[in-house]
Nanobody, 127 residues
Framework: EVQLQASGGGLVQPGGSLRLSCRVS????????IGWFRQAPGKEREGVSF????????VDANSVKGRFTISRDNAKNTVYLQMNSLQPEDTAVYFC????????????????????WGQGTQVTVSS
């Protein structure tokens, strides 16, 4: 069964950087649509960045454009989320999700589009 293992969260000061990792087991990341989502306390889970299978073009939420970058290492079967210029409003639990199919762009933001989820990693941005 496909499993996702997210890691890399932590406490960082405003303006700092973190890199999250999501290691995928039992399925090739190049064949997945991968999404990073986040959920802050009391809020709904929201999409952050997405990478569709067999594509290098990314799709990003307006709130993170120019600051966050999703990427994929096929050899390590791992997806990353590089987060720069972090702000307190980025504080949330971050989840990676995978779909064993090509998700149409309009459906990337829907949690129901994804078959598998990682356990979440906490990111806290605070001085």
């Amino acid at each position: 069964e496909v499993q996702l293992q997210a890691s890399g969260g932590g406490l960082v000061q405003p303006g700092g950087s973190l890199r999250l990792s999501c290691r995928v087991s039992d399925f090739a990341v190049r064949d997945c649509t991968i999404g990073w989502f986040r959920q802050a306390p009391g809020k709904e889970r929201e999409g952050v960045s997405f990478l569709r299978n067999m594509e290098s073009r990314t799709v990003d939420a307006n709130s993170v454009k120019g600051r966050f970058t999703i990427s994929r290492d096929n050899a390590k079967n791992t997806v990353y989320l590089q987060m720069n210029s972090l702000q307190p409003e980025d504080t949330a639990v971050y989840f990676c999700a995978a779909a064993k199919k090509r998700v149409i762009i309009s459906a990337l933001w829907a949690t129901a589009s994804y078959d598998y989820w990682g356990q979440g990693t906490q990111v806290t941005v605070s001085s």
